[in-house]
């Protein structure tokens, strides 16, 4: 049997890697009281097929939040898979499903917590806006949760 290679869609994965850095806006709801807060995101591939995250999120000059991602193809649907976990102590959730679709790198899944929806907007090579968003109704009114504006450090 002959060792598989990455596809088209893998590739499209190295659009995220590097280390990114941005300004975030936390917004106020059921997680938090909101406020500003800064990101940072180091990604690399693992042998062509998986995207390797880690997160760290600063705000008042202390980590608060950490998290690890993996993004990978599943050979099946040929749709995008996101794992996380990440330092709020939950066991993580089933991937996330996830589409291309121009520029825009979308995920949407259901958690304990409601519908959630989070978005890569890609703004050239080196900077995207990522934003979270919740439904508490499955989808049909959306609020913000998180958005950022990232650029890739040289």
Not at 6 to 16: A, D, I, N, R
Not at 71 to 91: E, R
């Amino acid at each position: 049997m002959e060792m598989p290679k990455p596809g088209p869609l893998h590739k499209k994965l190295e659009t995220l890697v590097g280390t990114w850095v941005g300004d975030e806006t936390m917004h106020p709801g059921p997680m938090g009281p909101g406020g500003k807060a800064k990101g940072k995101t180091v990604s690399r591939m693992l042998d062509g097929f998986f995207l390797i995250s880690d997160y760290e999120q600063e705000s008042g000059g202390k980590i608060m939040f950490r998290g690890h991602g993996v993004m990978g193809v599943d050979p099946q649907s040929q749709k995008y898979q996101w794992y996380w976990a990440d330092s709020m102590g939950m066991a993580p959730c089933a991937a996330t499903p996830g589409t291309w679709d121009g520029d825009v790198f979308n995920f949407e899944h259901d958690t304990p917590h409601g519908r959630m929806r989070y978005r890569y907007v890609m703004q050239g090579a080196d900077r995207y806006r990522f934003t979270i968003d919740s439904s508490r109704d499955g989808g049909k009114t959306w609020a913000p949760f998180m958005e950022g504006d990232y650029r890739r450090q040289k």
